[in-house]
DNA sequence: TTGTTATTGAAAATCAATTTCAATTAGAGA
DNA sequence: TCTCTAATTGAAATTGATTTTCAATAACAA
């Protein structure tokens, strides 16, 4: 999990390696809670004081686009981002400091199938994402 | 699926019956459809042309607070709003015109457990929700 | 019918996100 | 290493959705 794949990944897209778009990927890569554009911003600004607001947007916007992260949908707001599972993750999210852990194992065919049956629907993606507590905030 | 339950229940909340929260009402209490604000104004126009935008915000923010609809989640975005199914429901939603249904008969208490275990999060809730095409978008 | 108080729509304000733009800088080629 | 050019930058302006403010209106209890 160091940053170097991520900036990799960018350049091999034809992007240029800057110095803010270094700081908002380290921060996101390192992160294990969902951040916000204006956390990130807050964040990586510890790295790189000259950062502005508009390339972490920007940033992010590259990142989704290369599938590195992924937005997080919750009932206090879908703004947040963490960096995407690979392959088909789920995400159990804490409801009380945002820390995220990632799970698969979902075996929800039957239940979509019989779905798809009653309502006569093609099903085509699915959303599972489970909210609690993490150990600390418990 | 009258419009008289939701309107009861505004009046039994305290709130007064009017002419633009009945229009609002009506309107989305009788959707199938997942409607934005500005689709829920449009639509409302019809029956009531003086209601303002702003009373649709405020209409919309008093049935979500009485449980009587819940805000959908979608990729393309998360402002739409829907009539909340009794009960434990999910939704199913058809990705090109936005058609919902509902459905229960989730079994995901062993999957919950599993992960609870494993992390050490303390679960308290799930969202699950599917997409897909209605017979009428196939 | 009257009085009070919640509710209204219009306009202004707010907030997140996007676009514009001139200055800067990454990185390819000399 | 130096030069050039196009991508990238941060600041400011703009946009679009939502919220707040406010004086006028209307629901409804007495």
Redesign the interface.
Known sequence: MTAIPWLTQLQENGYRLTEARRAVVETVQGSTHALTPLQVFDLARKKYPALGLVSVYRTLEKLEELHLIQRV?QPSG?QAFISAGSGHQHL?L??NCGKV?F?E????EV??E???R??????????????????NC?
């Open positions: 949908h879908c159990l804490c409801q852990e799970f194992g979902d075996d929800l239940l979509t019989a779905i798809a009653r309502t006569g629907y093609q099903i085509k993606e699915h959303w599972l994402q489970l909210f609690g507590l993490c150990q418990q």
